[in-house]
């Protein structure tokens, strides 16, 4: 078994060899805008109590989500105990929602993501660490675009999601040609 990796740049020099080995490079799809929102939070005792209450509001939102005729290219719902639902989705879902969940979502106005992608099909099932390592390499390499170190004040923000068959590195839509250029080499030539 190989020990895990003694540092970032460890990480990031095995992760991009991997993604050479199998010719994985990042992918855009120019048709996918992403939202991130949080559900208002419902302090009503029971759901049975108010066939109104936000829960089930939501709820019924994410169910018109997952059952439309177009099913979801890029759905992530985040659920905690104490916490409200955090919800990216495309742009597009958020009409399913009642008044384009005018009323049950917290920052849906909030500016246009874009998932890049790697298809990790190819990988062997032991593999960890990829999408972290991609996400860590995107870091660096933003990093001199806000004026330098990190006190400069200016930080890059990004999400990331793991599967078994993709990972996403989500951005802001007008960082993507900056973002992609710092992914430069992916599944190319670099070891």
């Known amino acids: 078994m ?11 020099q095995r992760t991009f060899k991997l993604l050479k080995q199998h010719k994985i490079k990042p992918h855009v799809d120019p048709d996918i805008e992403l939202v991130t929102c949080a559900g208002i939070k419902d302090n009503t005792p029971s759901l ?6 936000t829960q089930a509001i939501l709820h019924h939102g994410l169910l018109r989500c997952l059952t439309a005729p ?9 659920l905690t105990a104490a916490d409200s639902a955090s919800l990216t989705l495309e742009k597009r879902l958020l009409s399913l929602f009642p008044d384009g969940g005018e009323d049950i979502l917290l920052g849906k106005d909030g500016p ?16 960890t660490g990829i999408v972290c390592g991609v996400a860590s390499r995107l870091v ?52």
Not at 48 to 53: E, P, T, V
Not at 70 to 78: A, D, K, V
């Open 2 to 12: 190989t020990p895990p990796p003694a540092s970032v740049s460890e990480l990031q």
């Open 48 to 53: 049975s109590s108010s066939a109104n209450s």
């Open 70 to 78: 177009e099913l979801p290219r890029f759905l992530s719902i985040t």
């Open 112 to 127: 246009e993501q874009v998932p890049i992608t790697l298809d990790l099909r190819e990988l062997p099932l032991e593999s």
């Open 140 to 191: 660096d390499g933003m990093r001199g675009r806000f004026g330098g170190g990190s006190g400069s004040g200016a930080r890059f923000e990004m999400s990331y999601l793991s599967t078994a068959r993709a990972g996403h590195v989500v951005v802001f839509e007008d960082e993507l040609e900056d973002a992609m250029e710092s992914l430069q080499g992916i599944g190319e030539g670099e070891e």
